[in-house]
T-cell receptor
Framework: DQQVKQNSPSLSVQEGRISILNCDYT??????FLWYKKYPAEGPTFLIS?????DKNEDGRFTVFLNKSAKHLSLHIVPSQPGDSAVYFC??????????????FGKGTKLSVKP | DTAVSQTPKYLVTQMGNDKSIKCEQN?????MYWYKQDSKKFLKIMFS???????INETVPNRFSPKSPDKAHLNLHINSLELGDSAVYFC?????????????FGSGTQLSVL
């Protein structure tokens, strides 16, 4: 039972264009969402997060949008750069400030940004 | 200067063997974790320790035993390895262990059981 779904295993984008990575969740109790980026042979690194009281959070080229009614969030990268090529994991948790045991990860989307 | 370091990076072993993976963090965090990324690519929490105390113990066979000698170290010992244990194991840490904190991951240990 996948509570956090990233339905696109891969995405290819031209350098300079927008990358949009999508994530759907089923548990309406999730109230905190994070994106992690992972390069090959490295561990995931935190990218950006959003709590359910917001619908948008921005950090430089990265923006996360949350649509609670649709149980959907997306990560926008503008403009995309070759160094953004990585696997992006969406994660969600129940109970802001609760235990890390509540954190559920998606399977990841592999982004390739072509020069 | 690596924040979360784990060794070894690769581990190839025979079924039935016992092996250990070591993890150290120099971030001064209170909480450390072991995550498993299986063949389906899901990252799932196995254990967490807060200041040497076991906090989370998910449904993991008791062949897996974490040990935390101090809050900067969390090792994972696996007895009687099975084929299904083949996966990438990630150590991670966070400041206090709450779900709204970002995790800092090690680079992973690729375990292959033959």
């Amino acid at each position: 039972d996948q509570q956090v779904k990233q339905n696109s295993p891969s995405l290819s984008v031209q350098e300079g264009r927008i990358s949009i990575l999508n994530c759907d969740y089923t548990n309406s109790m999730f109230d905190y969402f994070l994106w992690y980026k992972k390069y090959p042979a490295e561990g995931p690194t935190f990218l950006i997060s959003i709590s359910s009281i917001k619908d948008k959070n921005e950090d430089g080229r990265f923006t996360v949008f949350l649509n609670k009614s649709a149980k959907h969030l997306s990560l926008h990268i503008v403009p995309s750069q070759p160094g953004d090529s990585a696997v992006y994991f969406c994660a969600a948790s129940v109970g802001y400030g609760g235990s890390q045991g509540n954190l559920i990860f998606g399977k990841g989307t592999k982004l390739s940004v072509k020069p | 200067d690596t924040a979360v370091s784990q060794t070894p990076k690769y581990l190839v072993t025979q079924m039935g063997n016992d092996k250990s993976i070591k993890c150290e963090q120099n971030l001064g965090h209170d909480t450390m974790y072991w995550y498993k990324q299986d063949s389906k690519k899901f990252l799932k929490i196995m254990f967490s320790y807060n200041n040497k105390e076991l906090i989370i113990n998910e449904t993991v066979p008791n062949r897996f035993s974490p040990k935390s000698p101090d809050k900067a170290h969390l090792n994972l010992h696996i007895n009687s390895l099975e084929l299904g244990d083949s996966a990438v194991y990630f150590c991670a840490s966070s400041q206090h262990g709450t779900s709204n904190e970002k995790l800092f991951f090690g680079s992973g240990t690729q375990l292959s059981v033959l």
